[in-house]
C-alpha cells in the first residue's frame, strides 16, 4: 500500500487547481477549480497547526464559492434573457 503524506497531497491539489484554473474556459470549472485550489490552501494551512485559521478560512471559501456560483447564474439569466447566450 502506498501511502502519500498529507503536505504532499495538499501541494497536489494546489497545483491541480491554479493549473486546472488556468487551462478551464468555462466559467463554472473555473470556480470549481478555485474550489480545488481553496481546499490546497485550507490544507497547507492545516499542515503547520493553524486549525483556528483553517476552520475560518475554509469557512470563508466555501461561502465565496457559493457566492460567485449565484453571480454567474444570475448573470447566465440576464444574458440568456437579452438573447446574448445560446
Known sequence: M???DFPYAVVVLVIVGTIGGLLQTRPIDKILMLAVLGDG???????YQYLDVAM????????GIIIMMIGL??????KKAKGELH
Do not use: K, W
Request: net charge neutral.
Open 2 to 4: 502506498i501511502l502519500i
Open 73 to 78: 447564474i444570475r448573470t447566465m439569466e440576464i
Open 41 to 47: 490552501l485550507v490544507g497547507m494551512i492545516a499542515t
Open 56 to 63: 475560518a478560512s475554509s469557512f470563508m471559501t466555501f461561502v
